[in-house]
């Protein structure tokens, strides 16, 4: 299974970005998907989740409202729209996917998670 995450770059507070993670070796749609990121000095943190059973989506607190995790099954491909973006939203953005059945509370735990993409870097000037 890789995991490919794509559309970081550097933006102006108040721009938006949308993020791609696209698999190989495995149908996404069928495996809950999430994103995490990375500020440099910090530890890793949830951003968004969708899971396989309905397609809940769960997010963390800092950015509801303004991401937006999806699907496109046609592609493989789970994305993660990011608007009215922040200087806090800084980091390296990585998307991952577990073998196994994950709860609602277990999506927003990277321990629950075994295929990680390689991350993509979003800047996001003040």
């Known amino acids: 299974v890789q995991l490919q995450a794509s559309g970081g770059g550097l933006v102006q507070a108040g721009d938006s970005l949308r993020l791609s993670c696209v698999a190989s070796?495995?149908?996404?749609?069928?495996?809950?998907v999430g994103w995490f990121r990375q500020a440099p000095g910090k530890e890793r943190e949830f951003v968004a989740a969708v899971r396989r059973s309905q397609g809940h989506t769960y997010y963390a607190d800092s950015v509801k409202g303004r991401f937006t995790i999806s699907r496109d099954n046609a592609k493989n491909t789970v994305y993660l729209q990011m608007s009215n973006l922040k200087p806090e939203d800084t980091g390296i953005y990585y998307c991952?996917?577990?073998?196994?059945?994950?709860?609602?509370?277990?999506?927003?735990?990277?321990?629950?998670?075994?295929?990680w993409g390689q991350g993509t870097q979003v800047t996001v000037s003040s």
């Open positions: 070796g495995r149908t996404l749609s069928t495996y809950v």
């Open positions: 991952a996917t577990s073998s196994f059945p994950v709860g609602p509370g277990q999506a927003l735990d990277f321990r629950e998670y075994n295929y």
